[in-house]
């Protein structure tokens, strides 16, 4: 049901994501709403990454980053930024609170100056988080709880209106 580039949508994919958590795709970083994001698989947000392409080239001069903070989710403090598959930009966020007593899904945004970039695939890694951990429920181990990006700051695109009717052709190439 997302849109393609050439239909005003935004495509964005990750390395991974949280399993068995629909919301927590990509393409949540750069919808516009910071009551949705990207959240990492349990014990792996490091090497992570999420990637988003524009059908023609986009230019900005800052990212203000959201970061879900809300003492439920681990919190990255380094990125990496790579523009259309060129050298490695570092982005520092810094010692982003955790966020402890917030309400589920808080965010943090942290205002990064990039200087002039322009591209159309914009890939971000994470490279450092400020890890909260939980006690596995099953076998009472450590386990680091998710990253949750709730925007990456890049220019988004028009959101398809809410009541979009679905195309009424019928499709014999589906399952």
Not at 103 to 123: E, K, L, N, S
């Amino acid at each position: 049901g997302w849109r393609s580039a050439a239909q005003g949508g935004l495509p964005a994919t990750s390395g991974a994501r949280l399993a068995g958590a629909l919301r927590a795709r990509a393409a949540s970083a750069v919808d516009g709403d910071t009551t949705t994001s990207w959240q990492t698989p349990i014990n792996g947000s490091v090497g992570d990454w999420i990637e988003v392409r524009y059908p023609s080239p986009v230019t900005f001069d800052h990212l203000p980053i959201s970061v879900v903070a809300d003492g439920r989710h681990s919190v990255p403090t380094d990125l990496t930024l790579q523009v259309d598959g060129g050298a490695d930009r570092p982005i520092r966020l810094g010692d982003v609170a955790t966020g402890d007593g917030r309400a589920r899904g808080a965010t943090t945004t942290v205002d990064v100056p990039t200087g002039a970039v322009t591209g159309t695939t914009f890939r971000f890694r994470i490279d450092a988080v400020h890890e909260l951990a939980s006690k596995d429920w099953f076998g009472g181990s450590r386990t680091v709880v998710p990253v949750g990006i709730a925007e990456l700051g890049l220019p988004t695109r028009a959101a398809q209106p809410a009541g979009t009717p679905f195309p009424s052709t019928c499709r014999s190439d589906l399952a």
